[in-house]
């Protein structure tokens, strides 16, 4: 049906990467013939559409481990756009708070406001460099519908958000710990990490352990300067994480990029 309705017009199947072998490659008859037989019907319709199909996975990636079929990838990688998460694009947060916080009052079915210095607070760790939103304008909108839902007389108050902060920045830390094991797990593995931990003193060993799930985890080296120096660089005016964390890895004669590649 979906098929059907986009003739002379847009298709958008999004998440591509989750179909099977047998599902790509009846996509990919359809994409190349523009005709098909519509389900229960024994009679072949024309549908001239453009796709536009998204997808969370590296479909590159997919395609050499055998779960993507080349054919069809190489058929829809004419254009490619990727899009950055909400931590990319932290000067959208700010103009969607005011947006996303009347579409739920919508859902509610009554009025909800932040008071002015609780939603200065809520602000400051939304933008701030270390919020992650691992799932994106989805965290948002579900902290945003809590604070909406437990807002008395509806003003959502500084204790609202208090406790809003503690609940996000423990999952944040939860998922932090979770990415940076499986990620320190396949670093500790690389035959470099069995060579420096026959030289270091096992409380080295330790610390770089720790510092290395951090930066298998980041981004960039700033970004994993910020996590590991979080503490101590509110005492400065002017702090340079990344150098910092520069300087450490070239004791032991290591860089950011060489462990991102481990």
């Not at 099977?20 to 190349?32: F, P, R, V």
């Not at 919508?106 to 002015?116: A, E, I, M």
């Not at 919020?131 to 579900?142: E, H, I, P, Y």
């Not at 352990?209 to 080296?221: D, F, K, N, P, Q």
């Amino acid at each position: 049906g979906y098929l059907e309705g986009g003739d002379h017009g847009l298709l958008f199947v999004d998440e591509l990467g989750e179909l099977g072998l047998d599902e790509q490659a009846m996509l990919l008859k359809k994409i190349k013939k523009k005709r098909f037989f519509p389900m229960g019907s024994d009679k072949e319709v024309a549908s001239d559409f453009q796709l536009i199909a998204g997808t969370h996975r590296d479909l590159a990636e997919d395609v050499r481990a055998g779960r993507f079929r080349e054919d069809l990838f190489a058929r829809i990688n004419t254009w490619l756009y990727q899009l950055p998460g909400l931590k990319d694009r932290r000067e959208d947060i700010e103009p969607n708070l005011d947006f996303e916080l009347e579409r739920i009052v919508d859902q509610l079915g009554k009025k909800v406001r932040f008071n002015s210095d609780a939603k200065k607070i809520y602000l400051q760790y939304a933008m701030d460099d270390g919020t992650t939103w691992a799932g994106n304008f989805r965290d948002l909108s579900a902290s945003l519908l809590r604070l909406a839902t437990l807002a008395d007389g509806g003003r959502i108050d500084q204790a609202n958000v208090e406790r809003e902060l503690e609940r996000l920045r423990a999952r944040q830390h939860q998922l932090g710990d979770s990415a940076r094991l499986s990620s320190q797990d396949d670093a500790l593995s690389h035959p470099e990490w069995q060579r420096l931990r026959e030289m270091l003193d096992p409380f080295d060993c330790i610390q770089l352990e720790y510092v290395i799930g951090v930066c298998r985890s980041a981004h960039t080296l700033s970004e994993a300067g910020r996590r590991l120096f979080s503490q101590s660089r509110q005492g400065k005016k002017m702090s340079n994480d990344a150098d910092r964390l520069r300087k450490y890895l070239a004791k032991f004669e290591l860089s950011f990029a060489q462990i991102q590649a481990w």
